[in-house]
């Protein structure tokens, strides 16, 4: 089991970017598979992006394909979302989580942050 921790969520106008970060602790980072998901009130959590274990292979969502980044820094544990031309859809919960693949649903991910707060202003 690893614990992870968000970071970097904000209040921000739309256009504009944010960068978020998941630090990693109490597991072995370099075995994990990372993503990203977000959550919006009445709304169903939903898959951004992941990154691949060796971090060679990232996967969006074709909502985010082009603005977003994802990025593992194992030295770090930790895991870094770059959000560029932000809307404000984009606003929501952004939440990690960490397996052992990449995949869409929820459901894969045995262990979650905390989430952080990401809100677009118009």
């Known amino acids: 089991q690893v614990r992870l921790v968000e970071s970097g969520g904000g209040l921000v106008q739309a256009g504009g970017s944010l960068r978020l970060s998941c630090a990693a602790s109490?597991?072995?980072?370099?075995?994990?598979?990372m993503a990203w998901f977000r959550q919006a009130p009445g709304k169903e959590r939903e898959f951004v992006g992941g990154?691949?274990?060796?971090?060679?292979?990232?996967y969006y969502a074709n909502s985010v394909k082009g603005r977003f980044t994802i990025s593992k820094n194992n030295a770090e544990n930790t895991v870094y979302l770059q959000m560029n031309s932000l809307k404000p859809e984009d606003t929501a919960i952004y939440y990690c989580?960490?397996?052992?693949?990449?995949?869409?649903?929820?459901?894969?991910?045995?262990?979650w942050g905390q989430g952080t707060q990401v809100t677009i202003s118009s």
């Open positions: 989580a960490a397996a052992n693949r990449v995949t869409s649903s929820p459901n894969t991910y045995s262990d």
């Open positions: 109490g597991g072995t980072f370099t075995t994990y598979a």
């Open positions: 990154i691949s274990v060796s971090g060679s292979s990232t």
